[in-house]
Nanobody, 126 residues
Framework: QVQLVESGGGTVQAGASLRLSCIAS????????MAWFRQPPGQERQFVAA????????RNTPALKSRFTISRNNAINTVYLQMNELRPEDTAVYYC???????????????????WGKGTLVTVSQ
């Protein structure tokens, strides 16, 4: 049974940094493309970033690329999202995801997600 457990969310002031973690179990971690999505209040789920199994290929949402960095540690089955210079508009539930196939880091829609975590809430205040 695949499990994705996110952690690291919380309430911070604008300008702060947070690092989210997602620990995966029940799958061969380094064979899978991992991603982060987010869902702001009242909005649809949005792609944030993805990383290939080896960590050599990364895809970012252009608007977030300068502040958010995805990385992974295959030795401990963990993917990270480093978020810097947080803004109130970054407030959202952040989800970890596994792509249905490892042949791309492109997430055209959420339909290509095979597994989701339960999410971790990030709240950024003024």
């Amino acid at each position: 049974q695949v499990q994705l457990v996110e952690s690291g969310g919380g309430t911070v002031q604008a300008g702060a940094s947070l690092r989210l973690s997602c620990i995966a179990s029940g799958l061969t971690f380094n064979d899978n493309v991992m991603a982060w999505f987010r869902q702001p209040p009242g909005q649809e789920r949005q792609f944030v970033a993805a990383i290939s199994g080896s960590g050599t290929t990364i895809r970012n949402t252009p608007a977030l690329k300068s502040r958010f960095t995805i990385s992974r540690n295959n030795a401990i089955n963990t993917v990270y999202l480093q978020m810097n210079e947080l803004r109130p508009e970054d407030t959202a539930v952040y989800y970890c995801a596994v792509r249905s196939s490892p042949d791309s880091v492109i997430f055209e829609t959420t339909d290509v997600v095979k597994y989701w975590g339960k999410g971790t809430l990030v709240t950024v205040s003024q």
